[in-house]
């Protein structure tokens, strides 16, 4: 099983004075996360699903990603800041037996790449992780990470 981990993009807002949950993208975030829709089409993603946290950080990202490549999107509430190797293990569960995107936060998913593969890696805004996963053992390889200028210089 191929897992997909894609952080949320840019969502900084310099006088944003409402709770951290609810901080949409930027303007710069949505044409990141774009470039990088564009570039997995290049790349010829095939996903089964996108799964995403339902904060709209995330949910905008996953949104635009899912709309490119014409992927069914989930929200599940178990990637929301605090997911961990046993939500990681209930969505592979549910989804058992197609490539899967994951739409969330960090250090949630810095954390599960490292449980998965052994890889101390940071995922930037708007990066992305592919991990080749044995859903059994759930013991992984880390196939490739690139953060979101890869996909600038590719589209």
């Known amino acids: 099983m191929h897992l997909y981990f894609l ?11 409402k709770p951290d949950d609810e901080r949409p993208l930027t303007k710069r975030g949505k044409k990141e996360i774009q470039k990088v829709a564009a570039f997995l089409d290049l790349l010829d993603v095939c996903l089964g699903h996108i799964v995403t946290s ?5 949910r905008q990202t996953a949104e635009i990603v899912a709309n490119h490549l014409n992927v069914k ?3 599940d509430r178990v990637l929301e800041p605090g997911f961990d190797h046993v939500g990681l293990l209930r969505l592979v569960d549910k989804y058992a037996g197609s490539n899967l995107m994951l739409v969330g936060h960090e ?11 052994g890889a101390s890696v940071k995922l930037s805004k708007g990066g992305l992780a592919l991990v080749d996963a044995d859903a059994a053992s759930m013991n992984g390889k880390l196939l490739w990470l690139f953060p979101p200028k890869i996909a600038k210089a590719r589209t």
């Open 54 to 58: 339902p904060l709209p950080r995330a």
């Open 7 to 17: 952080r949320h993009g840019e969502a900084d807002w310099p006088n944003w004075n």
């Open 73 to 75: 999107l989930r929200e």
């Open 107 to 117: 250090p949630d998913f810095s954390d599960a790449l490292r449980e998965l593969s």
